[in-house]
């Protein structure tokens, strides 16, 4: 079975923040190696890291005319931050490699759902 894992940021300090200078030395390499170590597991197709909430623009079609409006219309605390791709045996397994994602444990949360093939 193939699951996305969205990487929800929340409160995460991310290099793109002001946050991050706050987080110690040490904490910021365990959180560089934990992401290499979980693109380099098995199964595991690595995604893309999203550009801040406020530089998305939102699409919508109404009366076949194509509207644009500028941002998310979701709270930048829930906002997307990436994703990856796991193919495993079982949600069990997609459980436990989204624990690994330091988002989940400095303030974020991850959605794993599954990914159906056509």
Known sequence: ???????????????????????????????????????????????????????????????GQTLTTDGPFVAVKEALGGYLLFEADDLDAAIELAARIPAARMGGAIEVRPIVEW
């Open 1 to 63: 079975m193939k699951y996305l894992l969205m990487i929800h940021q929340g409160s995460t300090p991310t290099p793109r923040t002001e946050a991050w200078e706050s987080v110690p030395e040490d904490e910021k390499q365990a959180v560089y190696r934990d992401y290499q170590a979980i693109n380099e597991t098995s199964g595991v197709t690595p995604g893309l890291q999203l550009a801040e909430p406020e530089t998305a623009t939102t699409v919508r079609v109404e009366n």
